[in-house]
Antibody, heavy 122, light 110 residues
Framework: QVQLVESGGGVVQPGRSLRLSCAAS????????MHWVRQAPGKGLEWVAV????????YYADSVKGRFTISRDSSKNTLYLQINSLRTEDTAVYYC???????????????WGQGTLVTVSS | NFMLTQPHSVSESPGKTVTISCTRS????????VQWYQQRPGSFPTTVIY?????PSGVPDRFSGSIDSSSNSASLTISGLKTEDEADYYC?????????FGGGTKLTVL
């Protein structure tokens, strides 16, 4: 079955960087677009970024453009999110999500990981 | 950018039926598929409806989805409510540039 396991979260000072990982298994990783979605404490879901199935295209929410970089390594079946210049408002649980197919619109039967918590605090 | 508006909360009794609405602010609701996610307290989201009205395997047929072009909205209906259905529910859709979530609806089954 589809499994997505995030890691890399923790407590980080403002202005520092962090790289999140999402290990995928149970499906052919290279045939699905992948997303990051975050959820601030007590708040709703916010879409963050997407990368196409082959890694050739990516797109970001305006709120993170220029600071976040999404990437993937199909040889390791792993999705990444590099977060630079962390701000207190980046504090959230970060989920990776598999799109329903090659479309990268977050449609179809989306599968979610369990999330990793990033806390930005001095 | 468009928005998806959901009621903040709904409540209903076990065994009853509840409907959660999701209204799109601009652009046609029928132009892009709507997904619905369930998030139980302390857990991650799971898909309960995708592509407007499709149910993943393992999701009971008590869950159904629909869209209404006249009100430009989507709906999630849960019949035969169980206490385990108590959760936050989020609608989600997209256009060529955006992937958008509704603000979420807290369902209380009392």
């Amino acid at each position: 079955q589809v499994q997505l396991v995030e890691s890399g979260g923790g407590v980080v000072q403002p202005g520092r960087s962090l790289r999140l990982s999402c290990a995928a298994s149970g499906f052919t990783f290279s045939t699905y677009a992948m997303h990051w979605v975050r959820q601030a404490p007590g708040k709703g879901l916010e879409w963050v970024a997407v990368i196409s199935y082959d890694g050739s295209n990516y797109y970001y929410a305006d709120s993170v453009k220029g600071r976040f970089t999404i990437s993937r390594d199909s040889s390791k079946n792993t999705l990444y999110l590099q977060i630079n210049s962390l701000r207190t408002e980046d504090t959230a649980v970060y989920y990776c999500a598999r799109d329903g197919g090659r479309s990268w619109y977050l449609r179809g039967e989306v599968h979610w990981g369990q999330g990793t918590l990033v806390t930005v605090s001095s | 950018n468009f928005m998806l508006t959901q009621p903040h909360s709904v409540s209903e009794s076990p065994g009853k039926t509840v409907t959660i609405s999701c209204t799109r602010s601009s652009g046609s609701i029928a132009s892009n598929y709507v997904q619905w996610y369930q998030q139980r307290p302390g857990s991650f989201p799971t898909t309960v409806i995708y592509e407007d009205n499709q149910r993943p395997s393992g999701v009971p047929d008590r869950f159904s989805g629909s869209i209404d072009s006249s009100s430009n909205s989507a709906s999630l209906t849960i019949s035969g409510l169980k206490t385990e259905d108590e959760a936050d529910y989020y609608c989600q859709s997209y256009d060529s540039s955006n992937r958008v979530f509704g603000g979420g609806t807290k369902l209380t089954v009392l």
